[in-house]
């Protein structure tokens, strides 16, 4: 189930022979039979079609064909028709017979020709392709027994999806190639055309395609059959995938909760919950029938029971049942039904779902875009049409990696071109491209990893998107600060040099903290730091130039260790070993003691020191302070606040009054966001400047000052106290509630943590280095613990996710041997 899939993983494309066309379809991109011959790269798919002039008989295919330029193309498939001349002698510019047929290539190796006649719309031409690259994934049977010898096989292992469909090339079959697509790593997907194989299985329609899935995982007797649960939604992308969203939900959940307040993957699909209820005297009876219950609903209801011996709330004594319907501001109901049946019935009697209808052409995406959980998603796609100025940039792949990187200085971006996060910063790194252009001899490149996976995991890449910065002669350096622009071009333009500089006079070193020495990059660092160590402070001294090495791209950082460092530490009244932090805005000098010359604790000191007094609260700098894990003591304000708040809280702040805060500012111009924020705070909104108290990390509660006071210290520390004895009520209480997507299909959240405790769980050796020698490449370390056995499930309906091949990937803490024995 993994090998079809991986034809993917190193990235497709498709253009397609045709005869006698006039052009007139604009998105076609027209290629001549020697280009595009010199485009094929190996490991990449290709489906050809050459056309010959002065003739409309293929004009109709090539509109279908145009109309498959978007759904391939979104699947990793471009698409392009191939001009061919009368002198041209090739195979596929020959024969009539020839060019009425589609061959699909791999690199220059030909795998499978296609009759123009079978692609007759653009549903054909999805399914077929996908069809034929994922022949592992998806087994076609025309019997029983062939479905009976998988479903043996599989027992134990992994679960099947059986589908039928009338015939190959409908609107179903791509559907059913689309999730097959999605989740081929996952469950085994068999398919069929066969009506008879359909009625063995016990269906009573075969008018209309039908869909099964096959819970073969669960049985360890190979005698037993497996559970199989028909989906009853017509087959489309979307229904086929909210389906195996509820096949993989638990069958059944015990909760102690209020049945109003409990939410599961099923109320978000729009499925009734039924709560069972128990006690503790009847438990393993009321488990049985709620296990017995849910396989009966399964697909149609969420099934949890309820332990009403934890209940907080009370439960009418005569009710056995609990309904809870999809629907919202519903009440639940009580129920006394002592029959499964009258269960199941009175479910089947009150469900509402809501039939989704996709319509393939007009590019209908899934659940309402405008309900995505993921704003970055929903921003790169309706920025599709962007073109980008990629020429600024050099697309590597596996055969010109190393050279490239070898013989210059690199910025290399790793990035999955089906993954929303990559495309969004995709274009950030082409402004910073723009913003380098003629400036700087930092070479920017990128590298697809869904097309050059081995490439990717060689460097350690296992992330997307990531940056690395390689040098000649040094270990690569990981860029791990936000995906923005602004801090990328920081840290290209603040690794132009080497840290931490070597001062080694006087005059150098004042210079250095004036931002003299150093002021072209003065603007991408606001503060400098001088570590100031006696010539016999070897070990101070190694500490600290690991942690300038550490904080390299963030803050300039130099070392002054020569024989006169004494007058330099008397200057400053700083005991050695000491920091001097010069902080060019406020152009001010401080000297802070190293009681640690530890790295990490030096690391933690500067990186505290860049941390602002009384900062401007924005979406980048927010989680630098949240770490802190102190409430946050808020002044919004509609535009630039008023110097004499300022000067009160900064007066406070030097009085110690403000230790146990975070004290800072947010200008709503600049960070719109703000007013959603007091929004959830107030009701109505009351005028600003407004000074708010909100402890998010203990309570949740909110206070507000008084708005009716002034904002100066007297006041200020006059509330603080009654804060502090419980004299203040809060104006809110933020709910302690987890923060879920609105549709269970956009929680990647659940799927990071996942992945996470899978990988928590694993004894896996950590790489100290990015760049281990390795004696054999051939031998590289691969730790198989690392693959994950149940890979989580992405949604890549059209623009979303578009490949799984990194669920698979196995951890790899070796760089590549080429590159390695060049640093080393």
């Known amino acids: 189930m993994s090998s079809g899939s991986s034809v993917f993983r190193v990235g497709i494309s498709f253009a397609i022979m045709c005869i006698f066309y006039v052009p007139t379809i604009d998105s076609l991109p027209e290629l001549s039979p020697q280009k595009y011959f010199s485009t094929l790269q190996p490991g990449k798919a290709s489906l050809a079609y050459f056309c010959q002039a002065d003739s409309p008989r293929t004009s109709v295919f090539l509109e279908e064909l145009n109309e498959a330029v978007r759904p391939l193309q979104d699947y990793g498939i471009s698409v392009a028709k191939v001009n061919c001349v009368k002198e041209e002698t090739s195979r596929y510019c020959g024969k009539e017979k020839d060019l009425m047929k589609a061959y699909l290539f791999k690199g220059n190796i030909l795998l499978r020709e296609f009759p123009t006649d079978t692609l007759f719309d653009v549903n ?17 049977i025309t019997n029983l027994e062939d479905l009976q010898n998988i479903e043996n096989a599989l027992k134990g292992k992994a679960n099947i999806v059986f589908s039928y469909v009338r015939a190959i090339g409908i609107p179903e079959h791509r559907a059913v190639m689309e999730a097959a697509f999605v989740y081929g790593t996952t469950y085994q997907f068999v398919l069929t055309t066969e009506i008879a194989l359909l009625e063995s299985i016990g269906s009573e329609d075969v008018e209309y395609a039908r869909l099964y899935f096959f819970h073969c995982k669960l049985v360890l007797d190979l005698t037993q059959q497996c559970r199989r649960t028909l989906m009853e939604q017509p087959l489309t992308t979307l229904n086929i995938h909210l389906f195996i969203k509820i096949m993989k939900a638990p069958l059944l959940t015990e909760v102690a909760d209020d049945p109003q307040q409990v939410s599961t993957v099923h109320l978000q699909l729009g499925l009734p919950l039924v709560f069972i209820v128990s006690q503790q005297a009847t438990y393993e009876a009321d488990r049985r029938t709620a296990e017995w219950v849910a396989w009966r609903l399964l697909g149609k209801a969420g099934v949890l029971l309820l332990l009403r011996d934890s209940l907080e709330v009370n439960i009418p004594q005569h009710a056995n049942v609990v309904f809870k319907r999809a629907e919202k501001g519903v009440p639940v109901e009580f129920l006394v039904l002592r029959d499964v049946d009258l269960i199941i019935s ?20 899934g659940p309402d875009i405008v309900t995505q959980d993921d704003e970055v998603a929903e921003t790169v796609y309706r920025d599709r049409k962007r073109k980008l100025p990629l020429e600024l940039t050099v697309e590597l792949t596996e055969e010109t990696f190393n050279a490239t990187v070898m013989a210059s200085d690199n910025i290399v971006l790793f990035y999955v071109d089906w993954q929303a996060v990559s495309m969004a910063f995709l274009q950030s790194y082409i402004d910073v491209a723009i913003k380098l252009k003629g400036t700087s001899t930092m070479l920017l490149t990128r590298i697809n990893c869904a097309d050059w996976p081995d490439v990717c995991t060689k460097q350690n890449v296992t992330e997307f998107p990531f940056v690395k910065m390689y040098k000649k002669g040094k270990n690569p350096v990981s860029y791990t600060g936000m995906l923005g622009t602004e801090d990328l071009l920081k840290f290209i333009q603040l690794n132009r040099i080497s840290y931490p500089v070597n001062i080694t006079s006087i005059q150098e070193a004042e210079e250095y903290l004036s931002g003299e020495l150093y002021k072209d990059l003065i603007s991408y660092s606001s503060m400098s730091v001088l570590g100031l160590f006696s010539p016999n402070m070897t070990t101070a001294k190694e500490d600290f130039s690991e942690a300038g090495n550490y904080l390299k791209g963030y803050v300039i950082t130099g070392i002054y260790s020569e024989e006169d460092v004494s007058l330099l530490s008397n200057r400053y009244a700083a005991t050695l070993p000491a920091l001097l932090l010069a902080r060019h805005t406020e152009g001010k000098i401080e000297s802070i003691p190293l009681a640690s010359t530890h790295a990490q604790d030096v690391v933690q000191i500067i990186t505290d020191a860049l941390l602002e007094t009384f900062p401007e609260i924005t979406v980048e700098n927010l989680p630098s302070y949240f770490r802190l894990q102190k409430p946050l003591l808020i002044l ?27 004290p800072c500012w947010l200008n709503l111009k600049n960070t719109p966001v703000g007013r959603g924020i007091l929004r959830a705070y107030f009701d109505p909104l009351p005028p600003l400047p407004l000074l708010v108290l909100v402890n998010l990390h203990s309570g949740g509660q909110v206070f507000a000052f008084p708005s009716d006071q002034a904002i100066i210290e007297e006041n200020l520390v006059l509330w603080l106290k009654k804060l502090e004895v419980g004299l203040e009520n809060p104006i809110t209480i ?6 879920k997507p609105p549709l269970p299909a956009y929680d990647f959240l659940s799927m990071m943590d996942a992945a996470t405790s899978q990988h928590d769980t694993e004894k896996v050796p950590k790489c100290m280095k990015e760049t281990d020698v390795q004696e054999n490449d051939k031998e590289q370390y691969e730790d198989k613990s690392a693959v994950r056995k149940e890979p989580i499930e992405t949604l890549r309906i059209k623009h979303w996710n578009r490949s799984n091949w990194f669920k698979e990937a196995e951890k790899s803490f070796k760089c590549d041997k080429e590159l390695c024995s060049k640093v080393n």
Not at 346 to 357: A, K, L, R, S
Not at 647 to 652: F, G, K, R, V
């Open 124 to 140: 054909a031409i999805v399914a077929h392709v996908l069809f034929a690259l994922l022949f592992n994934e998806v087994k076609y």
């Open 346 to 365: 009175h479910v089947e009697n009150n469900i509402h779902v809501e039939e989704i209808q996709e319509d393939e052409d007009d590019d209908v995406e």
């Open 636 to 662: 919004f304000s509609d535009g630039s606040i008023n110097p004499q708040y300022k000067n009160a809280i900064l007066t406070l702040v030097k009085q110690k009054y403000l230790d146990s805060f975070t």
């Open 734 to 739: 933020l709910p302690a509630q987890e923060w």
